[in-house]
């Protein structure tokens, strides 16, 4: 059966304007949904059109060519939190993919309800953060996610997803690799706790916390101590176009790290399975990157992890940024950054 075009269909839209670092060229094809039938309905459409689609949340973690997408971009607007399951020691909820995660968030604490609280202020979706695995001062969405909702676009029909499919890693998934473009992610169902808090392990968020005389924060104070310290040295990208947090933290072995701190006594390091995480940001540092402006671009001077576009210089001028910093890091410290958006061309 020949499908209809979505509604609202609209050909030759610019992407940069959706996306919080401003840079894209124009899509053959761009439409918004806000339903599950919508969504089946645009791809079953681009797919007898021969289109490839590309799904857009609110653009925070993605970095598109200024030569444009010959693609349906489908911005998935999908509302949706309804608390569907609970009992004295949790309670499980269900999201659409197109609500504004620190909006989840906030939700969540109002309920009292634990797991999410120091992933304030992360920009985007819901329905993005299981696939960039989204997470901040400890927590991951991996912790918990319990399944996906997801159009299957191989096989044309809904599918559900739990954890081990989606085949969470650090500031990554399945969604990105194996899996990538086989899925539209239309909702998540998380499951969060009904006791109290772990109490934060990052120093800076322990420091705001002690300043505040607070010792066994709730959540609520939790996710202000976030909202504080992020709002310090972060800026609101609705403001100053930028990716947030643009390189992973690298992850390296105690061999490496052994090496490292022989020149580097102070350099911080974290446990992370059996390995250990390094602070990204701190190598920039020390690499006087804070606040340098190359290419029309700049490392924003509160967090050096953050690219700032305050010029909307383009794709092709991000990209030596990239390059730069990465070759600076590289060349002092022997590790290689790896950026943490998505790059489509």
């Known amino acids: 059966m020949t499908q209809h075009p979505p509604k609202n269909l609209r050909e030759q839209v610019k992407v940069a304007p959706y996306t919080t670092m401003r840079v894209g060229g124009p899509c053959d094809f761009f439409a918004e949904v806000d339903d599950v039938a919508g969504v089946a309905a645009a791809c079953e459409w681009a797919g007898e059109q021969e289109i490839e689609v590309f799904v857009l949340g609110e653009g925070s973690n993605v970095i598109v060519s200024d030569a444009g997408l010959h693609r349906l971009v489908l911005k998935i607007e999908i509302p949706g939190f309804e608390v569907i399951d609970e009992d004295d020691e949790s309670a499980t909820l269900q999201i659409g993919a197109g609500e504004h995660w620190d909006h989840v968030v906030e939700r969540a604490v109002k309920l009292d309800l634990a797991g999410i609280e120091a992933m304030s202020m992360i920009p985007g979706t819901a329905g993005a953060t299981p696939v960039q695995n989204a997470g901040a001062y400890g927590?991951?969405?991996?912790?918990?996610?319990?399944?996906?909702?997801?159009?299957?676009?191989?096989?044309?029909?809904?599918?559900?997803?739990?954890?081990?499919?989606?085949?969470?890693?650090?500031?990554?998934?399945?969604?990105?690799?194996?899996?990538?473009?086989?899925?539209?992610?239309?909702?998540?169902?998380?499951?969060?706790?009904?006791?109290?808090?772990?109490?934060?392990?990052?120093?800076?968020?322990?420091?705001?916390?002690?300043?505040?005389?607070?010792?066994?924060?709730?959540?609520?104070?939790?996710?202000?101590?976030?909202?504080?310290?992020?709002?310090?040295?972060?800026?609101?990208?609705?403001?100053?176009?930028?990716?947030?947090?643009?390189?992973?933290?690298?992850?390296?072995?105690?061999?490496?790290?052994?090496?490292?701190?022989?020149?580097?006594?102070d350099m911080p390091a974290f446990e992370f399975g059996d390995d250990y995480k390094l602070a990204a940001g701190w190598l920039l540092d020390q690499c006087g990157l804070k606040g340098a402006e190359h290419y029309g671009l700049k490392l924003h001077s509160g967090h050096a992890l953050v690219i700032t576009n305050p010029n909307h210089a383009g794709y092709a001028d991000l990209m030596k940024l990239v390059e730069y910093v990465v070759a600076v890091v590289y060349d002092r410290f022997g590790v290689t950054l790896e950026p943490e958006p998505q790059f489509i061309t």
């Not at 006791?195 to 120093?203: D, K, N, R, S, V």
């Not at 403001?239 to 490292?260: T, Y």
């Open 139 to 265: 927590q991951e969405i991996a912790n918990t996610l319990v399944e996906v909702q997801a159009y299957d676009r191989l096989i044309h029909k809904m599918a559900t997803l739990n954890r081990e499919e989606c085949g969470f890693g650090y500031r990554d998934s399945a969604f990105k690799g194996a899996m990538s473009g086989r899925y539209v992610i239309v909702g998540v169902t998380l499951k969060l706790s009904k006791q109290p808090p772990a109490e934060p392990t990052y120093a800076s968020l322990k420091r705001y916390l002690e300043a505040q005389d607070i010792h066994k924060p709730n959540v609520a104070q939790i996710r202000s101590a976030v909202m504080a310290v992020r709002a310090r040295i972060l800026p609101d990208p609705s403001v100053v176009p930028n990716a947030g947090s643009f390189f992973k933290n690298p992850i390296v072995n105690k061999r490496e790290l052994d090496r490292l701190r022989l020149p580097y006594p």
